[in-house]
């Protein structure tokens, strides 16, 4: 019985961090952030997650063409109660309107880490080798 309740509250998460993650990704688009440092990035918002309470959500995000994504978090955090309030239309059916963290989203560095190790030639030797012995048998 837990575990059907447990799913049920981890699906809420997802969900209302899914409806952020459109709802933030609107205001961006829409430019209305006045910081000249904003104006002029794409910046994409990979995830959201939410608290337990729904009163907290950190946005993982991603800043195209940039290799130093922090100046560009450090400036959404420091707007971040005029975002909130710019959430507050799109989130009305909310209970509480979440306080909204910026991160920066480290999870394509990680990907393209891991794909730099697979196509390593150490790893390819052994990729080989499993291959051959798999023809063999």
């Known amino acids: 019985m837990a575990r059907s309740s447990h799913s049920a509250h981890s699906q809420r998460l997802l969900s209302v961090g899914e409806k952020v993650r459109h709802a933030l990704t609107e205001v961006l688009q829409r430019g209305e952030i006045r910081d000249p440092l904003l104006e002029k990035a794409v910046i994409t ?3 959201v997650r939410m608290a337990n309470d729904l009163k907290l959500a950190t946005a993982y995000v991603t800043v195209l063409g940039q290799d130093d994504a922090e100046p560009y978090v450090k400036a959404l955090n420091d707007h971040a109660r005029f975002i909130r309030g710019r959430l507050t239309p799109a ?3 909310m209970k509480y309107m979440p306080e ?3 991160r920066i989203d480290t999870s394509f560095d990680n990907y393209a880490r891991i794909d730099a190790l697979l196509k390593s030639p150490e790893v390819a030797r052994d990729l080989g080798d499993d291959d051959d012995d798999g023809e063999r048998n």
């Open 45 to 47: 918002v990979t995830e």
């Open 91 to 93: 989130l009305r059916q």
């Open 100 to 102: 909204v963290r910026f």
